[in-house]
């Protein structure tokens, strides 16, 4: 665990999604620009995913992780990363296939 992991995540709704659940079918809503969607499902501490935003702006990405302490240290590399507007995060707490439904169906 790490230590006030939860505050630091509800404190940057404009980088972790904060109502994942409600956005089935209106992802792009969460964007900038209307661009195709690549997710990762257990993203880690989000180098991957970030980098991938980093050379494709033209690409808009969700980072998918579980654990608080994980998502934290990945929010810290967005945030150390400077601006990226193509890239937000998404901690959920139900079953990867409900997660899956979700995308699929947008």
């Known amino acids: ?9 509800a404190a940057h709704p404009q980088i972790v999604i904060p109502n994942g659940e409600e956005l089935k ?3 792009q809503s969460v964007f900038e620009k209307n661009q195709p969607l690549y997710i990762e499902v257990g ?3 989000g180098q ?3 980098g991938m935003a980093q050379k494709n702006p033209h690409l808009n990405f969700i980072g998918i992780e ?3 302490s994980v998502m934290v240290r990945a929010l810290e590399k967005v945030i150390e990363a400077g601006e990226l507007p ?6 959920i707490h139900f079953p990867y296939m409900v997660l899956l439904y979700l995308i699929v169906q947008s």
Request: aromatic share 12%; charged share 30%; glycine share 12%.
């Open 48 to 50: 991957f995913v970030i």
């Open 66 to 68: 579980k654990f608080d």
């Open 1 to 9: 665990k790490v230590k006030g992991a939860a505050e630091t995540i």
């Open 43 to 45: 993203m880690g501490k």
């Open 25 to 27: 079918g209106n992802w």
């Open 86 to 91: 193509n890239l937000k995060l998404l901690k």
